[in-house]
C-alpha cells in the first residue's frame, strides 16, 4: 500500500511538474505578433499599436484610419490596440522589450530610443527616415517636424511624429481689449499686461501645479530668449550647468511672477481642467500650453472667438528670439524594427499620406505629417496658428526635451514649489542639475 | 486523522502546491529583489554587478534620506494617533455606550471600506484653495482667518495627510482593539469597582494590563502599515510639493517604474523591509521585557 501510494505520489508529482513546465513554456512561447508562416518579410500578423490610456485622440485617429483611408492596410494587416495608463507604460515596454514581444508601434520612452538608449541598442527601433525614404513618402514630413526631432534624438529618427505642437500663451482677447492692452512683444510687455490685469481683479496667468509642465516650461522659454536657442544643448553637452547664474536667473524670473501674485492663487493643487476652464471662463487672462489645447479649445461649447495666442515674449537684451517657435511631436511612437515588413510598410505609407489631413479635419489639432488634402472649416484661431508654423524659420525644444526621466519629473513636480516659493531658484535647478549628473 | 498527517509524503501532497504557489509569487521575488539590490540594469539589456554601489547611492541621495526621514516621521505621528485614538473610542464603544455602540462604530468603521482614491479626491477638495475655497477654507475665512494653501508647503500638506488618513484608518484599530477590551472579563471589572477602582485607575491597572497584547499588536501593525504608505498620498498630492511628503515607498516605486532603476529601487525596498522588521522585532522584545518583569 505504502509502496502503492509512493508510486502515485511519483506519478502524481511529475505529472504535475511537466504539466507545470509546459504551461510555463507556453507562457514564454512569444508573442501574438510571431508568424506561424515563418515568412521573414511579414513577421507581423496585426497593426499592433501600444499607446497610453490617456491618448484617447491618437487612439480615435487610428481608429479613423482603419476605417478609411488606410482600409485596404488594415485588411492586410487587421490593427489592434492596447493602451495602458503613462504611470506603467515604460515598466511594460521594457518587460515586453525583454521578452522580445513589443507590438508593430508602441509609445517608448524618449531615453530607451536614443542613440544609446536601451531599445536602439537592442536593435528594437525602426529608423522611421529610413523607411519612409524607402516608401517615397519621407517628404510628408513637415521641415518644422523633421527639424525637432533632428535636434532631439541628433540626427536619427526614431520616432514617428503623428503630433505636432508648438507653444505659447493662450490668452483672453476680450479683456486684453477691455484693459487696452496689446499682444506683449517683451517679456517687460508681459509683465506691464499681467499686473493691469491683476489690479483689475482678473487673475492673470493660470497654470496647473498637478501639470507640472506647465509651469516649468516658462522656465525653459527665459532660458532659451535670454541665452539663445542653443542654451540647452549646452547644458547637455556638458558645457553649461543648469546651476550657472545666467540659467538659475531664469528660475528666479519666474519665482518672482508667483511671488508677486501674477499666477492663480492655489496653483499647487490645480488641475488641467480647472486650469483650461478658468481660461475658457476669462476668470484667467493667460496660459501657456500646448496647441493640442486646440482641441479643447474647437469643441463647440468654447467661444474661441474670445481666445488668441501669442509666442512667448523676447527678452530685452537677450540671445534667443521672440521667432525661435518652440516645438514638440508629442510623445514618441516608435515602430518596431524586428516586426517591420512590406504589410506595415504598407500602413506606414497610409498614415503618412493621410494622418495630417485626417488629424485636422476630425480634431483640429496638427500632425507632423503635411496636410495633403485640403482641409475646409478650418476654426480661425486654428489657422493663424498654422501659418505661424509655416513662417517659422527655427524651432526650439522645450525645456526638457533632453532630460533623463528622473529630470523631467523632477522638473515638473518642483515647479509648484518653485513659483509659491517653497523652494529657492538655486535649490530647483540643483536637483535637475544632479538629477542630469546622476543619469 | 493523525495517521494520514503524521504521513509526510500525504503532507507535502497537501502542502506542495500552496507551498510552490508561495515560492513562485513571493520567495522568489524577494530573492530576486535583493539579488538586484547589487546590480543595475534592465530585462532588455540585461544586468551588470556594481557591488555596494547603489548603497552607496542610498546615502548620498537627499530625496531618499528625506523620503526615510519623511517616512519615520509619519509612522510615529500616525501610529500614536491610531492607537490612542482607537484605544479612547474603544473603551468609549465598551463602557459608556456598551451596546449603543453597534451605530457608532459602523459610522466610524464606514471609511475604511471606501477606495483611497476616493478620500484622497475627497480630502484635496475639503482642503482645496482654488479655484474655490474648500470647506476647511471657508470655515477659516469665515472664523477671520486667512485661507491657507495647505498643499503649497510640506508641513501644510502633511497635517492634511495626516487627518485624512486617521480619518480613514482609525475605525479599523478602534475595532481591532474593542475586540481586545471586550475579552476582558465583566467579573473582574466588577471586582476592581467593588474594591474601588473607577475611571483612570480602572483603566490604568486593570484595562490597560489586561489589554496590553491586543494592543502591542495593534502598535506593530499600525507601524507596518503606516512603514509602507502608499496610495493615500500618491493619490491626494503624488508626495508633493516637490517631494516634500514623499514616503519612501512611494520614491521606490517612482525609482524602479518610472525611471527604470530597478537595482536601486530594490535598496529602497530592502531599506522599507529592515525598517519594519527592526521596529516589530524592538516591540516584540520591550513586550517580553515588560512581562518578564512583571
Given at each position: 500500500m505504502a509502496n502503492q501510494v509512493r508510486s502515485g505520489l511519483s506519478r502524481g508529482a511529475v505529472l504535475a511538474l511537466s504539466a507545470t513546465l509546459a504551461l510555463t513554456l507556453a507562457g514564454c512561447s512569444g508573442d501574438s505578433n510571431d508568424n506561424p508562416s515563418g515568412d521573414p518579410g511579414n513577421r507581423a500578423t496585426e497593426f499592433s499599436v501600444l499607446i497610453t490610456a490617456?491618448?484617447?485622440?491618437?487612439?480615435?485617429m487610428l481608429q479613423r484610419l482603419a476605417e478609411g483611408p488606410c482600409a485596404e492596410a488594415n485588411a492586410a494587416l487587421p490593427y489592434t490596440l492596447d493602451q495602458t495608463p503613462s504611470a506603467q507604460m515604460q515598466q511594460k515596454i521594457l518587460l515586453l522589450a525583454g521578452q522580445d514581444a513589443l507590438p508593430v508601434m508602441?509609445?517608448?520612452?524618449?531615453?530607451?530610443?536614443?542613440?544609446?538608449?536601451?531599445?536602439?541598442?537592442?536593435?528594437q527601433v525602426l529608423d522611421v527616415k529610413d523607411a519612409l525614404t524607402d516608401l517615397g513618402v519621407f517628404d510628408l514630413i513637415t521641415p518644422a517636424a523633421q527639424s525637432v526631432v533632428d535636434q532631439l534624438y541628433d540626427g536619427e529618427f526614431p520616432t514617428l511624429p503623428l503630433q505636432f505642437n508648438t507653444e505659447g500663451i493662450f490668452y483672453n482677447k476680450t479683456l486684453f481689449a477691455q484693459h487696452g492692452l496689446a499682444v506683449p512683444e517683451t517679456v517687460d510687455d508681459l509683465l506691464e499686461a499681467a499686473r493691469t490685469l491683476k489690479a483689475a481683479g482678473i487673475t492673470p496667468f493660470v497654470a496647473s501645479g498637478k501639470t507640472g509642465w506647465s509651469i516649468s516650461r516658462?522656465?525653459?522659454?527665459?532660458?532659451f530668449r535670454?541665452?539663445?536657442?542653443?542654451?540647452?544643448?549646452?547644458?547637455?553637452?556638458?558645457?553649461?550647468?543648469?546651476?550657472?547664474?545666467?540659467?538659475?536667473?531664469?528660475?528666479?524670473?519666474?519665482?518672482d511672477m508667483g511671488l508677486e501674485g501674477l499666477f492663480i492663487n492655489g496653483i499647487t493643487n490645480v488641475d488641467m481642467d480647472t486650469a483650461l476652464n478658468q481660461l475658457f471662463t476669462g476668470q484667467?487672462?493667460?496660459?501657456?500650453?500646448?496647441?493640442?489645447?486646440?482641441?479643447?479649445?474647437?469643441?463647440?461649447?468654447v467661444n474661441t472667438q474670445d481666445l488668441g495666442f501669442f509666442p512667448f515674449p523676447a527678452i530685452t537684451g537677450g540671445k534667443g528670439s521672440i521667432d525661435d517657435l518652440p516645438a514638440n511631436v508629442g510623445s514618441p511612437n516608435v515602430l518596431s524594427a524586428k516586426l517591420y515588413g512590406p504589410n506595415v510598410g504598407v500602413w506606414l505609407r497610409c498614415m503618412a499620406e493621410n494622418y495630417g489631413s485626417i488629424s485636422m479635419e476630425a480634431q483640429g489639432v496638427y500632425s507632423g505629417f503635411k496636410i495633403n488634402t485640403p482641409v475646409p472649416n478650418i476654426a480661425p484661431l486654428t489657422a493663424e496658428i498654422q501659418e505661424r508654423i509655416d513662417a517659422a524659420t527655427s524651432t526650439v525644444l522645450w525645456?526638457?526635451?533632453?532630460?533623463?526621466?528622473?529630470?523631467?519629473?523632477?522638473?515638473?513636480?518642483?515647479?509648484?514649489?518653485?513659483?509659491?516659493?517653497?523652494m529657492s531658484a538655486e535649490e530647483y535647478m540643483s536637483v535637475l542639475q544632479a538629477d542630469l549628473e546622476e543619469g | 486523522m493523525r495517521h494520514v498527517l503524521g504521513n509526510k509524503k500525504v503532507a507535502a501532497a497537501f502542502l506542495g502546491p500552496a507551498l510552490l504557489v508561495y515560492i513562485g509569487v513571493m520567495v522568489v521575488p524577494v530573492i530576486w529583489s535583493f539579488v538586484l539590490t547589487v546590480m543595475n540594469g534592465s530585462p532588455v539589456l540585461g544586468f551588470d554587478w556594481v557591488g555596494w554601489d547603489n548603497f552607496a547611492r542610498f546615502f548620498r541621495d537627499p530625496t531618499a534620506r528625506h523620503a526615510l526621514w519623511f517616512t519615520i516621521k509619519y509612522a510615529l505621528v500616525m501610529s500614536l494617533g491610531q492607537v490612542v485614538l482607537g484605544y479612547l473610542m474603544a473603551i468609549l464603544y465598551v463602557f459608556v455606550l456598551k451596546k449603543l455602540s453597534t451605530f457608532v462604530r459602523t459610522m466610524v468603521f464606514f471609511p475604511v471600506v471606501l477606495p483611497?482614491?476616493?478620500?484622497?479626491?475627497?480630502?484635496?477638495?475639503?482642503f482645496a484653495v482654488a479655484p474655490q475655497l474648500?470647506?476647511?477654507?471657508?470655515?477659516?475665512?469665515?472664523?477671520?482667518?486667512?485661507?491657507?494653501?495647505?498643499?503649497?508647503?510640506?508641513?501644510?500638506?502633511f497635517v492634511v495627510i495626516v487627518i485624512m488618513d486617521l480619518w480613514r484608518t482609525v475605525g479599523f484599530y478602534a475595532v481591532l482593539l474593542f475586540a481586545g477590551l471586550v475579552e476582558i472579563p465583566d467579573e473582574v471589572i466588577d471586582s476592581a469597582r467593588v474594591d474601588g477602582a473607577g475611571g483612570l485607575r480602572l483603566i490604568r491597572h486593570i484595562v490597560l494590563p489586561m489589554s496590553l497584547p491586543v494592543l502591542l499588536s495593534t502598535i506593530i501593525f499600525s507601524l507596518n502599515n503606516c512603514l509602507k504608505v502608499f496610495d493615500s498620498i500618491l493619490a491626494l498630492n503624488n508626495g508633493g510639493p516637490g517631494t516634500a511628503t514623499t514616503p519612501l515607498n512611494l520614491y521606490m516605486f517612482q525609482t524602479s517604474f518610472l525611471y527604470s532603476n530597478y537595482g536601486y529601487g530594490s535598496v529602497l525596498a530592502l531599506v522599507i523591509t529592515v525598517l519594519c522588521l527592526t521596529v516589530t522585532l524592538l516591540i516584540f522584545r520591550s513586550s517580553r521585557r515588560d512581562l518578564t518583569e512583571s
Open positions: 490617456e491618448n484617447s485622440a491618437g487612439a480615435d508602441f509609445a517608448a520612452g524618449q531615453q530607451f530610443i536614443y542613440k544609446d538608449g536601451q531599445l536602439a541598442a537592442a536593435g516658462w522656465v525653459g522659454e527665459f532660458i535670454d541665452l539663445g536657442a542653443d542654451a540647452m544643448m549646452r547644458v547637455r553637452d556638458g558645457q553649461a550647468k543648469l546651476t550657472d547664474p545666467e540659467y538659475v536667473r531664469a528660475a528666479q524670473r519666474l519665482q484667467a487672462a493667460m496660459m501657456y500650453n500646448l496647441t493640442n489645447t486646440l482641441q479643447r479649445i474647437n469643441d463647440p461649447s525645456f526638457e526635451a533632453l532630460f533623463n526621466q528622473k529630470a523631467t519629473t523632477d522638473a515638473s513636480n518642483n515647479a509648484a514649489p518653485l513659483l509659491t516659493g517653497a | 483611497s482614491v476616493a478620500i484622497s479626491l475627497l480630502f484635496s477638495r475639503l474648500g470647506p476647511v477654507n471657508s470655515l477659516l475665512q469665515a472664523i477671520g482667518i486667512e485661507p491657507v494653501d495647505w498643499f503649497a508647503t510640506g508641513s501644510a500638506a
